[in-house]
């Protein structure tokens, strides 16, 4: 067995299969992030981060997918990254708008 795993290190399945362990752990880690925000706020709190790692997560996973040439794997992956992107636009709509709100107050 490890000697079959072994052969395999130079190959381009193989770095593929690195790729998609690499956008796992960001995808997971998009929680992580999100659970010691929500622990450090006393609130349920989802942070810039939690998206950006959603979409760097989600952008490797597909690539993988599309590698892999799975569609369930890329139907489940790429249209999250519009909706991940969508909610950084929202996030940076309604930062301007509170940053306009004080700067009218003053």
């Given at each position: 067995m490890?000697?079959?795993?072994y052969s395999m290190l130079?190959?381009?399945e193989f770095r593929w299969i690195i790729i998609g362990f690499f956008g796992q752990l960001m995808f997971t880690g998009r929680f992580v992030i999100q659970w010691i925000a929500?622990?450090?706020a006393?609130?349920?709190v989802v942070t810039r981060s939690f998206?950006?790692?959603s979409i760097l997560g989600s952008s490797v996973l597909s690539a993988y997918a599309i590698y892999r040439k799975d569609p369930v794997f890329i139907v489940g992956q790429?249209?999250?990254i519009l909706i991940y992107i969508r909610n950084l636009v929202i996030m940076?709509?309604?930062e301007?708008?509170?940053a306009l709100e004080a700067a009218q107050e003053r």
């Open positions: 490890w000697m079959s795993f130079g190959t381009t929500s622990e450090r006393k609130k349920s998206w950006t790692f790429v249209p999250g940076r709509n309604q301007r708008k509170l």
